[in-house]
Antibody, heavy 115, light 112 residues
Framework: EVQLVESGGRLVQPGGSLRLSCAASGFTVSNHWMHWVRQPPGKGLLWVSRINSDGGTTNYADSVKGRFTISRDNAKNTLYLQMNSLRVEDTAVYFC????????WGQGTLVTVSS | QSALTQPASVSGSPGQSITISCTGT?????????VSWYQQHPGKAPKLIISEVSNRPSGVSNRFSGSKSGNTASLTISGLQPEDEADYYC????????????FGGGTKLTVL
């Protein structure tokens, strides 16, 4: 059974850093495109970042480019999102998801950026 | 501002059918087969109900169907049931250099 479990979300001050993790089971992360998608409170889904299966080619939404870094640890079968210089507008539930047209999603982890 | 356009809300009575539209451009919906639909209940993760325009994943009711014409995709739910009340999102792969996946703004389905 495919399963994705996010962790690492918490309350952080503006300008702070956070690393989110997404532990995968039931499949191999390095064989699939993997995404981070976020959902601000009461709002819709927004794509954040992607890492390819080919060796780590990445892409980012303009709103996070230069501040967020997506990566994976093949040995741990885990996806990461390093978030630096956090802003109030980064507050959201962050989901990891698998596939080009994402087919499996984790339950999400809440990141709150506030002073 | 969402890249794909969906109606904010639709409603229907139990047993009826409803259709939710999702309009994009030739750079996303019109150009690729990777059009998906998701159902999201409050506080839950999105659940894939339609992939690649019209494919239903295993376990998804055949009351859900998807189609595409030009730059517009559609989700039809037939035989509405109370548990169908949820938010529905469309998504598409995009050729934009700064985006991989674009989502619609979401449609709130109310079962009257």
């Amino acid at each position: 059974e495919v399963q994705l479990v996010e962790s690492g979300g918490r309350l952080v001050q503006p300008g702070g850093s956070l690393r989110l993790s997404c532990a995968a089971s039931g499949f191999t992360v390095s064989n699939h495109w993997m995404h981070w998608v976020r959902q601000p409170p009461g709002k819709g889904l927004l794509w954040v970042s992607r890492i390819n299966s080919d060796g780590g080619t990445t892409n980012y939404a303009d709103s996070v480019k230069g501040r967020f870094t997506i990566s994976r640890d093949n040995a741990k079968n885990t996806l990461y999102l390093q978030m630096n210089s956090l802003r109030v507008e980064d507050t959201a539930v962050y989901f990891c998801a698998r596939g080009v047209g994402p087919d499996s999603w984790g339950q999400g982890t809440l990141v709150t950026v506030s002073s | 501002q969402s890249a794909l356009t969906q109606p904010a809300s639709v409603s229907g009575s139990p047993g009826q059918s409803i259709t939710i539209s999702c309009t994009g451009t030739s750079s996303d919906i019109g150009g690729y087969k990777y059009v998906s639909w998701y159902q999201q209940h409050p506080g839950k993760a999105p659940k894939l109900i339609i992939s690649e325009v019209s494919n239903r994943p295993s376990g998804v009711s055949n009351r859900f169907s998807g189609s595409k014409s030009g730059n517009t995709a559609s989700l039809t739910i037939s035989g509405l049931q109370p548990e169908d009340e949820a938010d529905y999102y469309c998504s598409s792969y995009t050729s934009s250099s700064t985006l991989d996946v674009v989502f619609g703004g979401g449609t709130k389905l109310t079962v009257l």
